[in-house]
């Protein structure tokens, strides 16, 4: 039933959501806008950079016009470089369920960060062999919870020879998302998904939509995914 699983980025197997957190607030605080920890917990977490500028300068009463909003997505990302380049914090196990999961089935990365963090982050787990195809920031013009992401990544796994699925099927793809906005992005692309509890509370993930939750990536097998899926289908 599955033959393709999709990645959300930051918070399922880079444990860097508190570097962005303190980024974007770094960032704002100079423009004169201030969010706590739980404005972006409630309100940012899940949006990609330019979603999430663009949502607080707004609701701090600022405009919010492409080009300031570039501006910014440039800052925080010299920062975020700087800051990564001392040393990012991987969940465990993730390096290994990427190589046990790219044994079985085609895989792919959706995520609202940009492409050189993503890049340089699997490059460190040398990892980045593992995934066949990456739809970044860059790629999208809507964020999560909107499905376009995972749309394009299913697009990229039909298009790339290498997974071997051209006739690939939305239904036929697992995504494992730790957001609540990731886990609605996977279902309203007609995905399943499964929700890691890194960053929300399972109850949360499961309201959101996900089929299952695990506590992290180092619970998710082949065999795992196997038998969920196959009983949810009634196999």
């Avoid at 600022?62 to 800052?75: C, K, S, V």
């Avoid at 990427?98 to 044994?103: D, P, T, V």
């Avoid at 040398?126 to 860059?138: L, T």
Wanted: charge should be negative; charged fraction near 25%.
């Amino acid at each position: 039933m599955i033959r393709a699983v999709i990645f959300d980025f930051n918070g399922v197997l880079v444990d860097d959501e508190h570097l962005h957190f303190d980024m974007f607030r770094e960032v704002l605080a100079a423009e004169g806008v201030t969010i706590t920890d739980r404005d972006y917990h409630e309100r940012y977490l899940g949006l990609d950079d330019r979603g999430c500028f663009e949502a607080a300068l707004i609701d701090g009463g600022q405009e919010a016009d492409q080009e300031r909003l570039d501006a910014l997505i440039a800052r925080k990302a010299v920062r975020y470089a700087e800051e990564a380049g001392v040393g990012l914090r991987f969940f465990p196990g993730a390096a290994d369920c990427l190589a046990a999961l790219a044994g079985r089935w085609p895989l792919a990365i959706n995520s609202g960060a940009l492409r050189p963090e993503i890049e340089f982050a699997l490059g460190l787990i040398g990892s980045r062999e593992r995934v066949g195809s990456i739809v970044s920031a860059e790629d999208t013009s809507r964020c999560k919870p909107d499905p376009q992401g995972y749309l394009l990544a299913l697009a990229a796994l039909r298009d790339d020879p290498k997974a071997g699925v051209p006739d690939l099927d939305a239904a036929e793809c697992l995504v494992i998302e730790d957001s609540l906005a990731g886990v609605a992005s996977a279902k309203g692309a007609g995905m399943f998904a499964v929700g890691v509890s890194n960053t929300y509370r399972a109850n949360e993930l499961e309201e959101a939509g996900a089929d299952a939750v695990l506590p992290g990536v180092d619970h998710l097998t082949p065999g795992w995914i196997e038998t969920q899926f196959a009983r949810n289908s009634g196999g």
